[in-house]
């Protein structure tokens, strides 16, 4: 059975990514868990992190 947890998570687009704004993710944050999705496949797989995992990945994104 396939969960779609997706649409009760509120998912947000925080900005563009790529050259033509199409390399985008969405994160909904939740007390336990940050989920993220590819913007352009909803119903697809999405990534759940701790949040201290997301906030060392983003610290190390925003370096790059």
């Not at 390399?23 to 119903?43: G, Q």
Request: aromatic share 4%; glycine share 10%.
């Amino acid at each position: 059975m396939r969960r779609r947890v997706g649409r009760q998570l509120g998912h947000q687009q925080r900005g563009r990514a790529g050259r033509e704004g199409d390399s985008c993710v969405e994160v909904a944050a939740c007390p336990t868990t940050v989920h993220i999705r590819d913007s352009k496949v909803h119903e697809g797989p999405q990534l759940a992190l701790a949040p201290t995992a997301w906030t060392r990945f983003v610290g190390y994104a925003v370096q790059s």
